[in-house]
């Protein structure tokens, strides 16, 4: 059986016709636009109604933080984030000192980690937790890892953004040229980590990060338009953020020489991880402060990115349809905001996030080669990361 079955079996990837017919009545020149899709109804939800601390106000709803290691509460963790933490500072270090600065840059600035933390946490589920992990599975995190911060790099070129986890982008704080290279760079050493784990390893995550410039693409053939369907979103964040996260979780199963059905188990954990994180992260970009997430909030309206919970929002024909499909200024995207949040869509679409958590845990029910605390501390994950609408 091919290594790459997971994706190339279509578990997550669902190729389309990428190419669109020019619309610009709806989209704005130069834009293409999509293909009608069926007509979203959004499933019957009463705002607040299981998510409390919900205002109905942008900025109302408080974020919790992640707290992998707390959620997952296994033993060696911390130990082995701080062993993993030092190989990624090394993997991005140069001789270059221009190159070790602007290649660090987000490696500084902390974040969740929660990629690598799922590859470590296979190794546990497939090998125990009352010891370390294995070198190894500490290098296919760091090679994960690197593949999001290259990504971070290229995607705040796209996004124009001036900010990330709280410190200057790095093309705000240099240029887009420098991004642009130093995401390449960071890539170029995910790369080289992988083939050290061997060609089908290499395979995969090359593969993936294919994925995640299909999902990419995806999404910017729908920039502006206010027809985008959920079926298109959902292909956009199965490449651009779950096949990541599937990837994180299966590489540290081939690397712990699982059998195929348990490793397909941790790959289908990842994936609806992936999607419920993403799903919970665009109602964040609706509903809470500038200061809570690290970036500006509406962001993803003002780049014509509607995302699930805007696109319940305008099935609803509430009045959002006309104040998007083009740029907005800073008091129209406050309107479009408020109308996004008014009518239960945010419910909506965490209904979908908390359905792609059940999956999630019902993913690893029958894996039964897999250490049964890990697998509890990885549903406590899932939980803690629906929590942070809580």
């Known amino acids: 059986m091919t290594p790459f079955y997971w994706l190339r079996s279509g578990l997550f990837l669902r190729r389309r016709n990428l190419s669109r017919e020019p619309d610009a009545t709806r989209r704005g ?26 205002s109905g106000r942008p900025g109302g709803r408080s974020v919790a933080p992640m707290n992998p290691v707390e959620a997952l509460s296994i033993a060696p963790l911390a130990g082995d984030l701080d ?36 590859t470590l946490c296979a190794g546990y589920a497939a090998l125990g937790s009352d010891r370390p992990v294995s070198d190894d599975v500490v290098t296919g995190g760091v090679a994960c890892e690197l593949v999001h911060l290259g990504s971070l790099h290229h995607d705040d070129v796209i996004d124009e953004a001036e900010t990330r986890r709280g410190v200057p982008s790095v093309n705000a704080r240099w240029s887009n040229i420098v991004a642009i290279l130093s995401g390449d760079f960071l890539l170029a ?15 995969l995550l090359a593969d993936t990060i294919g994925e995640l410039c299909r999902g990419q693409v995806l999404e910017l053939q729908h920039l502006f338009d206010v027809t985008r369907s959920e079926e298109d979103y959902s292909s956009a964040i199965e490449g651009k953020t779950a096949s990541l996260f599937a990837t994180s979780c299966r590489i540290g199963g081939m690397v712990s020489d699982v059998d195929e059905p348990t490793l397909d188990a941790l790959t289908r954990y990842g994936q609806h991880l992936g999607l419920c994180f993403q799903i919970v992260d665009d109602c964040l970009d609706l509903t809470a402060s500038d200061e809570a997430l690290g970036k500006p909030a509406g962001q993803d309206l003002v780049e014509g990115i509607y995302t699930l919970p805007v696109i319940y929002a305008l099935a609803d024909q509430g009045g959002l349809g006309d ?18 949040i008014s009518n239960g869509a945010v419910d909506a679409a965490l209904a979908v ?3 792609h958590a059940k ?19 990885l549903r406590r994950l899932v939980d ?7």
Do not use: M, N
């Not at 030092?86 to 980690?113: I, M, N, T, W, Y």
């Open 359 to 377: 999956k999630a845990g019902e993913a690893l029910a029958g894996a039964d080669a897999l250490d049964a605390e890990v697998t509890s501390g």
């Open 189 to 203: 050493r995910a790369s080289s980590l992988a083939s050290s784990l061997g060609a089908d390893v290499a395979g």
């Open 83 to 118: 062993r993993l933490e030092q190989r990624l500072r090394g993997a991005v270090d140069h001789d270059d000192p221009f190159l070790a600065e602007v290649g660090s840059h987000l490696v500084g600035a902390g974040g969740k980690r929660i990629r690598p933390t799922l």
């Open 29 to 54: 020149p130069g834009l293409p636009s999509s293909t009608s899709g069926p007509r979203i109804v959004p499933p019957d939800r009463s705002p607040g109604s299981e998510w409390p601390g919900w």
């Open 353 to 355: 996030a908390r359905d």
């Open 323 to 340: 104040l998007l499909g083009g740029p907005l200024d800073a008091d129209r995207r406050d309107r479009a905001r408020k109308l996004a």
């Open 384 to 390: 803690d990361l629906v929590a942070r609408q809580s």
